[in-house]
């Protein structure tokens, strides 16, 4: 029995993982794709769509539950991380960028469905770790301390909002330096300084003793 179990609920994990990633693209596509049109895009029948989500909300709670799973699996990997404050803050944009960009879907149509609390919510894995950068930066004399670290980040967070909604109309198209260097800059960083900071931290994340493949 415990054999015949196994493979249905990997079956199961596997069909949901399947209408996640068709969903998203789905909705990216069209925001008024229908749970018919996601199962087409899955490549599974509708009964089994709604097995999984039985509307279109839970589907789109799925999704941000999905991508909140992205992000803390990113952030809670027990990698190093620069000691310096600047190149620590390059190091966690360039690292959470593809999660905001793999689920900038979120921001078109499922923003408005979700509520601003929840995407609040979505960002709090990386708001803790942001906040204890910026703070030790601005112990150093690294960061400005024009404002608190908590409100620095909050503002931050609302420029990750605004390049995503960019990148979703294709006015940026990299691999998250514009949102790096944004946020150095927001920082009190220069931008030329914080243009060279986000190539080291390329560097930094490439070398394979920091950030295996």
Do not use: C
């Not at 990997?10 to 993982?17: D, G, H, K, M, V």
């Not at 906040?131 to 004399?141: H, K, M, S, T, Y």
């Amino acid at each position: 029995m415990t054999e015949t179990v196994r493979p249905r609920r990997s079956q199961a994990r596997a069909n949901r993982e399947r209408i996640i990633e068709a969903a998203i693209g789905a909705f990216a596509a069209n925001p008024d794709a229908s749970m018919d049109d996601v199962a087409r895009a899955a490549g599974v029948v509708r009964r089994t769509v709604y097995a999984h989500f039985p509307n279109r909300d839970a589907l789109v709670e799925g999704i941000a539950d999905e991508a909140s799973v992205a992000l803390v699996a990113i952030l809670g990997a027990r990698r190093p991380q620069p000691e310096r404050p600047d190149l620590a803050a390059a190091v966690l944009a360039l690292q959470t960028w593809p999660i905001g960009d793999r689920f900038r879907m979120l921001l078109t149509f499922a923003r408005k469905e979700l509520g601003e609390e929840r995407i609040h919510d979505l960002l709090e894995p990386a708001r803790t770790p942001s906040v204890a950068i910026v703070e030790r930066g601005q112990a150093d004399g690294t960061f400005s301390s024009y404002l608190p670290a908590h409100v620095l980040v909050t503002m931050t967070e609302a420029v990750t909002m605004t390049l995503l909604e960019a990148a979703n109309t294709g006015t940026i198209t990299d691999s998250g330096e514009s949102f790096a260097v944004a946020s150095l800059v927001l920082l009190g960083v220069a931008p030329d300084r914080a243009a060279e900071v986000v190539d080291e931290a390329w560097v930094w994340l490439r070398s394979a003793e920091n950030y295996p493949a």
